[in-house]
């Protein structure tokens, strides 16, 4: 049996049932503000799962060569390896609110130190990678395919405040995501991904403090789930949202799947300008030409799960194409995984409301001039980097195709 928390206290049990299934009691007497989800209120009765465990509680456990880490050092303790096997490891660390401990256990997040700047500054070499997942990943209660972890480093992390706010000093909770790539399938996937964040920010889209390692093996974002104060924010990704297990992360549409479901579960004083952010950071990802934005990779955060919910900060932009030329959109657009033409992105907008034909070409003109900027650091990067050199032009050459047959009104 595993206890499930919220806000640092104790909310319910989860136990397996059936064949497969699972089931989830909240305790009694449990404030409706200390849901696990917005999708499942405080109730008497039970949440009963017939496969697997319920999205919220899927939403970060590993995919990828952080699962199989763990399966290989975990599987022969319990004999299988099953959801609630890999829960028990990496739930007392977990992004979010929601953390998952053995029935009689306290909640201790207990995460080592590790200072970012040595991995910025790629100390150990090619061992950094293997030093560090062999540390870290029972800590690393965190979603998706790429190699990758989440470490403790409070005095790097600002909160997003210039001003560097200071966690306080009992604080042992994880402070940063690591990314790293592989050499063989996804060649400089960090810098990829940090120059896709940094037309993200030119756009206007609020993006995680993020840095690239000197060397560009690793990505190194703050958390945007963590407070300045040592608490955490909600996080629900689409998955989530649309009551889908992580294997159907790339089932479902832009129209359905992610903008009505925003403007189904966002709360904010201003809908229509988040709408439009929303708006702006799908039309970015076909500017990118990022094939893999799934509904893990759009999410919402929020102070109250009662209250308030905005659209989390962008992150995991990548230009796919220049690994999989042929690659196209991970969710469909008008029934079609194809990327679109700027029409129908403005299409799109108008059906969902969101503003005039003139509101949402200026989007995708700032999207377009985002681009174009990002592409002049790209080529500066790569002169100083030149092993980055051809994967960048290849970038800022898909930017083009992206900018001309996506977003503009030809
Ligand atoms: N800065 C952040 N703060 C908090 N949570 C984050 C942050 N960045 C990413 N996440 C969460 O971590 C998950 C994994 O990150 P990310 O999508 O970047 O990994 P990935 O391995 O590239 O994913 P994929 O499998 O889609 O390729 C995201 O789905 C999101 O839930
Ligand atoms: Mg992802």
Redesign the pocket.
Known sequence: MIRIWTDGRPAGLLERSGERGSTFVYSPEVDPARAVSVTMPVRLASWNMAFGIAPIFE??LP??ALRERLRLAFAKATGTFDELDLLSIVGRSQ?GRVRFTAADAELDEGVPFQPVSEILEGRHGGELYRILIEEFAPYSG?????P?FMVRDERAFTAGDPAGQVLPPSFRGATH?V?FWDQSEFPQLAANEFFCLKAAERCGLQV?PHRLSEDGSALV?????LRADGSYRG?E?FCVLNARRTEEKYAGSYEAGVMRRFQQFARSSDLLEESLRLFTLIALNCGLRNG?A?L??F?ILYDDVEGDAHLA?A??L?TTTVYIPADRMALTLNGSNQWPSGKNLIKFGEKRSLGSRHTLAARMERIRDALAETAKDVEVYGKGHPEFADTGRRMVAQWEVGARDSLSLR
């Open positions: 939403m970060n995919e990828g992004l965190i979603s998706g395919v790429q990758k995501i990314k995680p974002m703050d958390r945007f789930d996080f990704d893999d799934h893990k990779d999410g900060p992150y995991d990548v």
